[in-house]
């Protein structure tokens, strides 16, 4: 029997925005598949009705697939794809696999041999890379730092110093309704001239992605309550 091939489906990072950031080939797939992996199911069924592919949301199967679930309930449920079915996974924003869980699902469809299809999409993380100035032939991406303080002091001062001996772009991010806090954070030990990009709102209509030094920021720091943010530091 033929394997079936699993799908890495990047849905949006903004709200309306499917048309301008997704390509024709996400909509096509979603059309052709039954089974769907999904960080959070709501956003993903709502995702898909969204793109209007005239599909009943009722006939597709959904499993969740977050960083709660036992990788034995996931590889169970990927026995679908060795009976010959194709399957997709839906990151709550952006690309699977990328600070995403997906990648459970990715490295157990290797190790069975079975084809995995990455589809192209918007990436918060490369998007706000791109548009840094900040080095883009060596960097690393830290994801969440530590939610005590001083633990989260320490880290932003180690990954200064990791940005300032290897001439590396640091990203990392924050919840949301953290990063005022970790701005300050920032903004209070990093060196003066260190180079700051935040990137927040990424393919919004209220984008701003601008690099400034620590300094620069300190004269006028924006609002990032409550809006999805990339940050970078370059030294």
Not at 45 to 73: A, V
Request: hydrophobic fraction near 35%.
């Amino acid at each position: 029997m033929n394997k079936g091939k699993l799908y890495l489906i990047p849905t949006v990072l903004a709200p309306d925005t499917s048309t301008r950031v997704l390509s024709p080939q996400i909509k096509e797939v979603i059309t052709q598949l039954d089974y769907f992996f999904a960080e959070e199911l709501r956003t993903s069924r709502r995702f898909i009705s969204e793109l209007q592919t005239g599909r009943r949301i009722e006939s597709m199967t959904f499993y969740e697939l977050n960083k709660n679930t036992p990788e034995s309930e996931t590889t169970q449920q990927l026995k679908i794809v060795l009976e010959g079915k194709d399957a997709g996974i839906l990151s709550e924003a952006g690309c699977p696999g990328v600070a995403d869980p997906g990648n459970v699902a990715v490295r157990w469809a290797h190790q069975q041999g079975v084809q995995v299809v990455p589809l192209i999409g918007p990436s918060s993380i490369l998007l706000a890379l791109m548009a840094s100035g900040m080095n883009g032939q060596s960097f690393v991406f830290h994801g969440y730092l530590p939610i005590d303080q001083a633990q989260r002091v320490k880290s932003l001062k180690n990954i200064e110093k990791e940005a300032i001996q290897k001439k590396q772009t640091q990203i990392f991010m924050e919840t949301p309704y953290r990063n005022n806090s970790l701005l300050k954070d920032i903004l209070q030990n990093c060196q003066p001239q260190t180079l700051l990009c935040i990137a927040t709102q990424v393919t919004a209509p209220d984008e701003m992605i601008v690099t400034k030094t620590v300094k620069q920021w300190n004269a006028g720091k924006p609002d990032l309550h409550k809006k999805p943010t990339i940050f970078l530091l370059y030294a």
